[in-house]
């Protein structure tokens, strides 16, 4: 298994302000996944994020929204830019290990006022 | 598009039945399937973990099962508890080093 942790856990922020997003892994991981999950909604991915290079974003998803950094093999960031009530959500971090098993962190919920 | 379907949306049950969560995907050339679970406000657990060259992985009380031609996985839950009362999330990955796919989960209550 893996041992996730993010920071905050939960924040309540203004509209056009940022948060930075903290995830930290326990081991080493090649690939690490950003997941937003909005209100009774499932989860969709926002990008993948691979050590030393451009995190790559999905459809929907833009990096000067959601900025993404991947300093080394344990830990990354998601900034929430420019913050309006619709990116009110819990963000998930999320490393595969062997076998491609996926497992996630305890999530950060954001609150937009 | 790759698409997860999960049936039903919400499910009621009292304690000690054995119940059937249902998934499906479009595509059937997946690399591997995951279920989890999620407790209200919280992050996911994962509870099992299907290749696609199985038919069925076992871990307590839970079996879930594979069947890729039909592009369907099952969870099967058996003796349930109130403890059980959560959302149950089925994901796909279609190929190693991808991420997951995932549906729009079994909300489950077990009351006693």
């Known amino acids: 298994s893996a041992v996730i942790s993010q920071k905050p856990s939960r924040d309540i922020c203004q509209r056009g302000t940022s948060l930075t997003i903290q995830c930290q892994v326990d081991s080493q991981v090649t690939m690490m996944f950003w997941y937003r999950q909005q209100p009774g909604q499932s989860l969709t991915l926002i990008a993948t994020a691979n050590q030393g290079s451009e995190a790559t974003y999905e459809s929907g998803f833009v990096i000067d929204k959601f900025p993404i950094s991947r300093p080394n093999l344990t830990f990354s960031t998601l900034t929430v830019s420019n913050m309006s009530p619709e990116d009110s959500s819990i963000y998930l971090c999320?490393?595969?290990?062997?076998?491609?098993?996926?497992?996630f962190g305890p999530g950060t919920r954001l609150t937009v006022t | 598009k790759q698409e997860v379907t999960q049936i039903p949306a919400a499910l009621s049950v009292p304690e000690g039945e054995n119940l059937v969560l249902n998934c499906s995907f479009t595509d059937s050339a997946i690399y591997n399937l995951q279920w989890f679970r999620q407790d209200p406000g919280k992050g996911l657990t994962s509870l099992l973990l299907?290749?696609?060259?199985?038919r069925e992985q076992t871990s307590g009380r839970l079996n879930a099962s594979l069947d890729k031609s039909s592009g369907r996985s099952t969870l099967y839950i058996a003796a349930s508890q109130p403890g059980d009362s959560a959302t149950y999330l089925c994901a796909v990955k279609y190929q190693a080093g991808t991420a997951l796919i995932f549906g729009k989960g079994t909300t489950l209550s077990v009351s006693s």
């Open positions: 999320s490393v595969q290990r062997q076998g491609s098993e996926q497992y």
């Open positions: 299907i290749q696609s060259s199985q």
